[in-house]
């Protein structure tokens, strides 16, 4: 069961206001750590933030633009009609958990999600493959609506048009549950910051929060013994790999001698003279001094560095 509320006339600022109240289908992958472009910690700053100010960007502007048209598409390929649900959905049983929908299909206990891809993501569709990000929003929508299935259609930029059928998957619905919860409640709750994935998403965070030091400033570091020593380990283990690396390449342009490309049935090898120009600015700054300072532009980064004692 779900308790719901009406999008219509809702300004923009108060729909973003309200799905800080909750964890809506687009933060579940994230939270799981299998979105590319946001991570945890992504999701709970926004959830804490008092911000309601909307964050746009062209992709963005692109799926909405084309949402009717690729709604029509699915339309014309399975003959299903979809509507659209203006309303937000909360759980009643997970009151974390928050839905804001696409579609619902008229006549199916289902609903549909529509997404435009890029024509470089063209293989995370392949084959039936479905984004495992997109599965855990679908699934989170099934779950706050209960319904039994969930349509996923993409309009992959200048490719064509695909769908799938997700089904309900109960074992994969249980998980999702208790991982949003467990983010919910041991985190934006508790105001608690969940811990970093590696990802890139992560780094802007952190160098955005802590973009300058403090100078001849030091904390004593403890905890993070058996962290380092791995560390360490992956160090020497990805500097073998590199190592390895390499020597194929070696191999290959041996091969390959004069001739700037190879290829055979499942690659295509490039290796070609390219020739660039770059401003010499040792010389620069030595014969001309004043030139040289005019231009200079400084720029501000904190270097990272781990050194045994």
């Keep these: 069961m779900f308790d719901t ?6 300004s923009r600022e108060e729909w973003l206001r309200i799905r800080k109240t909750g964890i809506g289908g687009s933060d579940a992958g994230a939270i799981c750590g299998l979105n590319r ?17 909307d964050e746009d960007n062209e992709a963005m502007r692109i799926g909405r633009d084309l949402e009717g048209y690729v709604a029509g598409r699915f339309t014309e390929a399975t003959e299903l009609k ?11 049983e997970h009151p974390f958990m928050l839905a804001d929908v696409d579609r619902l299909v ?9 997404k435009t891809a890029s024509p470089f993501a063209e293989d995370q569709w392949k084959d039936g493959s479905v984004p495992l990000s997109y599965l ?17 259609a993409v309009l992959i930029m200048g490719r064509g048009f695909q769908y799938r059928k997700i089904e309900r998957n109960e074992e994969f619905a249980s998980a999702l ?9 041991n985190h934006v709750t508790l105001r608690k910051m969940p811990t970093p994935d590696g990802s890139e998403s992560c780094d802007k965070i952190l160098n955005h929060l802590y973009p300058a030091s403090v100078q001849q400033t030091a904390i004593r570091l403890t905890g993070f013994d058996e962290k ?3 560390r360490e380990e992956l160090a020497h283990q990805l500097k073998a790999l590199e190592q390895e690396q390499r020597q194929i390449d070696q191999e290959i342009k041996l091969f ?31 014969e001309r001094p004043e030139v040289y300072q005019n231009y200079l532009r400084q720029n501000s980064t904190r270097k990272f560095t781990v050194k045994a004692a």
Excluded: P
Aim: aromatic share 10%; proline share 0%.
């Design 177 to 185: 549950i208790a991982a949003e919860e467990i983010f919910w409640n």
């Design 228 to 230: 380092l020593k791995r």
């Design 136 to 152: 855990c929003q679908v699934m989170h929508y099934m779950i706050v609506l209960g319904k039994r299935s969930w349509y996923l």
């Design 5 to 10: 509320i009406s999008t219509v006339g809702m």
């Design 82 to 92: 979809v509507r659209r649900s203006n309303r937000m959905y909360r759980s009643r």
């Design 37 to 53: 472009y946001r991570s945890a910690i992504d999701v709970y700053l926004d959830k804490i933030s008092e911000k309601t100010e």
């Design 106 to 114: 008229v006549g199916e206990d289902a609903g549909l999600e529509i």
């Design 256 to 286: 390959m001698g004069g001739n700037e490309a190879a290829y055979n049935q499942e690659y295509r090898i490039s290796w070609k003279e390219v020739v660039s120009s770059r401003l010499d600015t040792g010389r620069l700054k030595a």
